[in-house]
Structure formats: C-alpha cells, structure tokens
DNA sequence: CGGCTGCTTGAAATGAGTCAACATAGGTGG
DNA sequence: CCACCTATGTTGACTCATTTCAAGCAGCCG
C-alpha cells in the first residue's frame, strides 16, 4: 500500500466539497479503510454535454457525486414525455433511488462537462460497518434528498408560476453560494425548457417570468447569464409577498 | 427470555403486514435478535382521528409503520398553508424524512382511529448489522420511497387535473388490492379537500372531476364510498389517452 | 455565411380557480 | 327521537393565470 498516495490531504483534495466523502473523512479509518475510500473516489469519470451518466432501467450499483459541472436527473414516463427532477451541481450526489442495488428509476444526464465520482453501493455498505459515522451521514443524506422532494413537491403544487422561478433562483443562488461560487452573478447551464419542464411550467413562461423580473430590476439576465440585484424582494417574491406588474 | 413469545409466528402476526418487518424475518435471527425485534414491533400505539403521531420540527428517532386505519403526512410552509405529502395504509412506512435521527420536515396525522408501530432508527441500525438482509431491506425502502416521491413530482408537474384524480384512484385501488382488500369498491379515508391539496387542485375541482367520473360511467361515488367501474377506462384517463366530455 | 437551436414576445384560447349558493350527512343537545 | 348545526360535498357562473400557437430574433457552430 503506497502510504503517500492514501493520507486525509490527498483524499480531501480529490474529492474537495464532496459531502459525503469529506464528512466521513475525520472519523478515524485505518490505512486499509482509506484505502478502500481511496479506490472508491478515484473512480472519477469525465462525461461531456448530453452524455448519459446513468439510465432510467439499467441496474448500475452506484450512487454519483458531482465533482465539476453540473448534471439533470429526469424520469421518462411510458409516452416518452421526460420530467426532469433535479439539477445537480459541484459537490452534490445523485442516484439515490438506485441506493438498493436495484435498476435506477431515472436518468442522469451532463449538461455541459462533468466529472463524476461514482460510489459503488456494495463499498460503501462495507465501509459503514467499519466507520460508525459514514453509516449516519448516509442516512442524512437521504433525509436530506426526501425533504428536497417534499419542498418541490410544495412548490408544485401550491406555487404560481412567479413564486416557483423565483424559488428556482434563490435556491441555485444558495447552492452557488455554499460551493463558495458568487451568489449573486452565475451562469445557467440548462435551458429555459429545461427550467420549464422542472417547475411544471411552459418555457414561454419561464421566458416571460424573466423578463418580468429584468422589467423589475429584481435580476438581470443575458441568456445563460443571471445577476441577482435585489435579493430581498426575489425572497418577497417567492413567498408571494409581492405580486410584480 | 420468553421463548413462547419470541418466534417468527408470533412475530409476523404482530406486524402483518409490514413490509419492512415481514421482509427481515425469515432471514436467520437469533433468539437475541428476535427479542430485540419482537421490542420494537410490540411498541404500538393507538391514535384517534386528527391525533398527531409524529410533528414536524421534532426530533423523534422513529420511523412508523401503519398496522390499521390510515394517516396522511404533510408539511407546513412559513405561511402557515400545508401540503399534503402522502396517504399511508396499512403495512406501509412513513416517517423516512427523520431517518438520521434528526428533526422531522413533515408531520403524520391519523384520518381515523388508527394502530402504528413506532421502529427506532437507532435499534433498527443496531439489527441491520446483525442482519445482513436488513440493511439491503431498509435501502429498497428508502429507494421506493424515492421513487415514489419522483413519480410524484411528474403528476403535480405535467399531468391536467383529470390525470391526477385518475392516477390517484388506480394508485390507491392498486394499494388496496395489495394488502388483500377490494380493488374496485374501497372508502376514501380523506376529504375532497385534502385530495385536492395533495393533487394541486381546488376541492371543487376534485368533486366536480368525481362527478365528470360518473356521468361517463367510470367509477361510482356517493361521499367517500368509491366503486370502479371500468378500471380499463380509468387507467386511459391517466394516461390521457382519453379526455371525458 | 447560412442554418439551426434556443430565446423572446404577442395574441388568442382554455383549464382550473374563485366566489357563491345550496345540499346532505353526521353529530349534538334538547 | 327529533331538530338543529356544522362539516363536507356539489354545482353554477365568472375570472384569470398559464398555455398554446405563431412569428420573429439572436447567438453559435459547422
């Protein structure tokens, strides 16, 4: 076993703002532990734009965590119509409804490209034996996917169109933030479709909703382009406190 | 230790039903480990309708299985507005949203007079060591639970309201049906309006689609006694291959 | 440079929501 | 046991947010 390859400093390194790596990374794991994480996340994985990660019905074993770029996930229903369920970002993991070692019952696609990290299920269900904490953050992590699931299911349901885009917004914002991007001025890597097809809503809409908040002076947009430049009255917004004109 | 107690017969008779348990039994317990299961099973709890089994913000360690009668799950926004996130029969979970021991994003109410297992997190992971099939049990679970929430999020996001109350009915016809109850004649447990919350529709749009179903000789309806007539035609309504006059 | 894809904007159509009145069932108390 | 009261459900008329259809525009890639 190469003692300078497996240390804390270099798995930090090659997986930096992957949550579920780093937090498990403190816990004590002997050489041979580390190693057997070191293997799982050198499984790295480079997918350019539109290139499948995984699919809907194939049995891959593995969960994915983002390391660069970004990533949709979407079911496909039996018309062929796509719902997409989630972008994903740097740092963030996906595939979780395969967590059974069953098929996955969605899709995984890079929007631009991406280095993925894929964490085979069975390794890791070794690891949690041996490390106490991994075990917790595993199941914090999926805590964390199904309350997601249930705000979007709010959101859904509840939201008007406005409320949902600027919802959308703040929330990315906040995740740009936590990856330590600015909060404030990002790019979009999906479409306006795309951000249609996520929040329940046509993307003439969505294309509408834009420049309904450039008329506000509450962002600015240039395609891809968003700059925030009211965050308080996005918030407003987003919890219907302010209806705009 | 009371062996008379402890043994797979009495074990399944007092969780019948439960998919989580029922599916770890056969797989080689220990008296040891029976007992510590046979705990946690026995630990029931009776709750009337409208009775809180579990609430949002607290912090209770457990998951639920319903054993008799039914309960919804819901989140309450800032605002204070709910969104019904699930109706839960018996023999299914709810609850998986505090798996990591941490507060709860939903709370769990009963429709009726109900029976729930409470099944501590912490016991369950202590078992799942023990039992190997346990673990992989839990992550099917959870990756159903997913699943669901997905499938979820496709109906409130692109299906029209006649979609959503049709898929509704097949959905809970086909609950029904699995727990050996009537698939085609079955009484709803919650109001017009909580379905109408949980579908993203006014409640006089659930009761006039409920009508809709009638007039075209789909379903019978008189309150909360449903009869499906032509489940054929239902499942096309779902499916938007046919659009009611 | 040309064609393609993605985005924007307008005008018209519509599905579902809102408001309102009424009906019915079930529960409560006299 | 009946009468009333409140919850819940039904139905109608009208409104409006969002979709749909359609046309035009702008970057981008070969």
């Given at each position: 076993?190469?003692?300078?390859?497996?240390?804390?400093?270099?798995?930090?390194?090659?997986?930096?703002n992957?949550?579920?790596?780093?937090?498990?990374?403190?816990?004590?794991?002997?050489?041979?532990?580390?190693?057997?994480?070191?293997?799982?996340?050198?499984?790295?994985?480079?997918?350019?734009?539109?290139?499948?990660?995984?699919?809907?019905?194939?049995?891959?074993?593995?969960?994915?965590?983002?390391?660069?770029?970004?990533?949709?996930?979407?079911?496909?229903?039996?018309?062929?119509?796509?719902?997409?369920?989630?972008?994903?970002?740097?740092?963030?993991?996906?595939?979780?409804?395969?967590?059974d070692?069953?098929?996955?019952?969605?899709?995984?696609?890079?929007?631009?490209?991406?280095?993925?990290?894929?964490?085979?299920?069975?390794?890791?269900?070794?690891?949690?034996?041996?490390?106490?904490?991994?075990?917790?953050?595993?199941?914090?992590?999926?805590?964390?996917e199904?309350?997601?699931?249930?705000?979007?299911?709010?959101?859904?349901?509840r939201?008007?169109?406005?409320?949902?885009?600027?919802?959308?917004?703040?929330?990315?914002?906040?995740?740009?933030?936590a990856?330590?991007?600015?909060?404030?001025?990002?790019?979009?890597?999906?479409?306006?479709?795309?951000?249609?097809?996520?929040?329940?809503?046509?993307?003439?809409?969505?294309?509408?909703?834009?420049?309904?908040?450039?008329?506000?002076?509450?962002?600015?947009?240039?395609?891809?382009?968003?700059?925030?430049?009211?965050?308080?009255?996005?918030?407003?917004?987003?919890?219907?406190?302010?209806?705009?004109?």
């Amino acid at each position: 076993m190469n003692e300078q390859k497996v240390n804390f400093k270099s798995l930090k390194a090659s997986c930096q703002n992957c949550s579920l790596i780093e937090l498990c990374l403190p816990r004590g794991l002997n050489n041979s532990d580390l190693s057997t994480l070191d293997d799982i996340i050198q499984q790295r994985r480079l997918v350019h734009k539109n290139e499948n990660i995984f699919s809907q019905g194939e049995k891959s074993g593995c969960i994915y965590a983002v390391r660069s770029g970004s990533v949709k996930t979407f079911t496909t229903a039996k018309n062929g119509e796509e719902q997409i369920l989630g972008f994903h970002l740097p740092g963030e993991i996906l595939g979780l409804d395969g967590m059974d070692n069953q098929i996955h019952s969605c899709s995984g696609v890079a929007l631009d490209t991406a280095t993925i990290c894929e964490l085979p299920i069975g390794d890791l269900n070794v690891l949690c034996v041996k490390i106490p904490g991994l075990q917790q953050q595993l199941l914090s992590l999926i805590s964390n996917e199904i309350t997601k699931d249930h705000t979007m299911l709010m959101l859904l349901a509840r939201r008007n169109a406005e409320q949902k885009l600027a919802t959308f917004l703040i929330n990315l914002s906040g995740r740009f933030k936590a990856r330590g991007y600015s909060a404030d001025e990002f790019d979009l890597t999906m479409s306006r479709y795309d951000i249609g097809n996520y929040l329940g809503l046509a993307d003439e809409t969505v294309s509408r909703l834009i420049s309904r908040f450039k008329d506000n002076k509450i962002i600015d947009a240039n395609r891809k382009k968003i700059s925030i430049l009211d965050h308080d009255a996005l918030c407003g917004v987003a919890e219907g406190e302010q209806s705009l004109n």
